[in-house]
T-cell receptor, first 112, second 113 residues
């Protein structure tokens, strides 16, 4: 089967750094996505990794290791508005098969 | 992000009603998706349309009927739904750039009584 694992919940303090991990077992690999979803809202795209290494985008960075089936999302200088669910998704297939495998999401609470 | 719009934002319907959800994308994408999001479950892909052609039907019950008249518009027709169909229904679109990143609309919160 195809599976994505993320921690269910995490708590961090405003101004701190938090790392949200994602491990995957899929039939193939053609990219990994991170999305942010605030309660009652739609997921918004954060990052895309297809090659190993770290992608930095402002306060958010995403890392990928394909050999380990592992990614993490790093959030720096946490703000209260970063309280949200963070979804990890993998695209197993290339070409016109656009299906993503989704994790359950990690609910992050940022406290003052 | 206003590239993908959905109407209505909220919908309450009885089990015998017929209603439709509408999605429109203004991003020039060629693929559109319907997802169902329920509590404690991963996003469930329902349908995928690629250049107006349906390329994925994820074993969705026939009481959900999609329609894609062109690459910018997507509908989900609802008929004789069950209470367990109550969920957030999300539309997304993607192009070929950026690994085919999907961009989501705000969703329709559906309640079936």
């Amino acid at each position: 089967g195809q599976n994505i694992d993320q921690p269910t919940e995490m708590t961090a303090t405003e101004g701190a750094i938090v790392q949200i991990n994602c491990t995957y077992q899929t039939s193939g690999f053609n990219g990994l996505f991170w999305y942010q979803q605030h309660a009652g809202e739609a997921p918004t795209f954060l990052s895309y990794n297809v090659l190993d290494g770290l992608e930095e985008k402002g306060r958010f960075s995403s890392f990928l290791s394909r050999s380990k089936g592992y990614s993490y999302l790093l959030l720096k200088e946490l703000q209260m508005k970063d309280s949200a669910s963070y979804l990890c998704a993998v695209r197993p297939n290339a070409g016109n098969n656009r299906k993503l495998i989704w994790g359950l999401g990690t609910s992050l609470a940022v406290n003052p | 992000e206003t590239g993908v719009t959905q109407t209505p934002r909220h919908l309450v319907m009885g089990m015998t009603n017929k209603k439709s959800l509408k999605c429109e994308q203004h991003l020039g994408h060629n693929a559109m998706y319907w997802y169902k999001q329920s509590a404690k479950k991963p996003l469930e892909l329902m349908f995928v349309y690629n250049f107006k052609e349906q390329t994925e039907n994820n074993s969705v019950p026939s009481r959900f009927s999609p329609e894609c008249p062109n690459s910018s518009h997507l509908f989900l027709h609802l008929h004789t739904l069950q209470p367990e169909d109550s969920a957030l229904y999300l539309c997304a679109s993607s192009g070929l750039a950026g690994g085919d990143t999907q961009y989501f609309g705000p969703g329709t919160r559906l309640t079936v009584l």
